[in-house]
């Protein structure tokens, strides 16, 4: 089976839909903070999209998300799949009552090449329901003792609030992002 004429039929016009994804802001690691904030994120949008290209300061670690700078209240879950060929196979994690939602979890983030991820948060601003976060990540740091996985996760913030900011922090505290770690937000109509 030839992949070639789809490749080509969805170059054709109508076939790709680029009118409704809007860059809403992108935020540069400080190379002095292990915090990266989005504020005053518009409602206007049907969902977001976050993508991710980052390097922390310390290797094997994890990064961390959180909604509206809400820290307390257990009012996150999520679940982790993560394929590493070090260790082998699928590792799963999870947890519920959390007080931010994870991603990267197996500790395998390299603090050399760039780390990178894809969230999606479907019908954030939507007051009626709890917001879930889709999250693909990987990592390969081109070593023959490679830090290298990739990584589902699937998250949950149990909040009808619209989500008008969202923090990214690398755990443990004290690590930073680089000034060539990128965090871009898009809206999606």
């Not at 070090?86 to 519920?96: F, K, L, R």
């Not at 983030?109 to 976060?133: E, Q």
């Not at 889709?134 to 989500?163: H, R, Y």
């Amino acid at each position: 089976m030839s992949l070639t004429p789809g490749i080509i039929a969805s170059s054709l016009t109508g076939h790709l839909v680029t009118n409704n994804f809007f860059k809403i802001a992108t935020v540069t690691g400080t190379g002095s903070s292990g915090n990266i904030t989005f504020s005053s994120i518009p409602n206007t949008y049907k969902s977001l999209q976050i993508r991710i290209n980052a390097i922390p300061s310390i290797a094997n670690i994890t990064t961390w998300l959180q909604f509206n700078g809400v820290y307390s209240g257990n009012t996150y879950a999520f679940h982790n799949l993560s394929a590493n060929p070090n260790n082998y196979g699928i590792t799963a994690t999870g947890a519920g009552n959390a007080n931010w939602m994870a991603f990267f979890e197996q500790g395998v983030m390299s603090n050399v090449y760039p780390n990178t991820a894809i969230i999606d948060i479907i019908d954030y601003a939507n007051t009626s329901k709890y917001k879930t976060a889709k999250v693909f990540c990987g990592v390969n740091d081109n070593t023959t003792n490679a830090n290298e996985a990739i990584e589902l996760t699937s998250g949950l913030w149990e909040s009808t609030a619209a989500i008008s900011s969202m923090s990214f922090r690398v755990d443990p505290y004290g690590a930073t992002f680089s000034t060539s770690s990128t965090f871009t937000l898009y809206g999606i109509s």
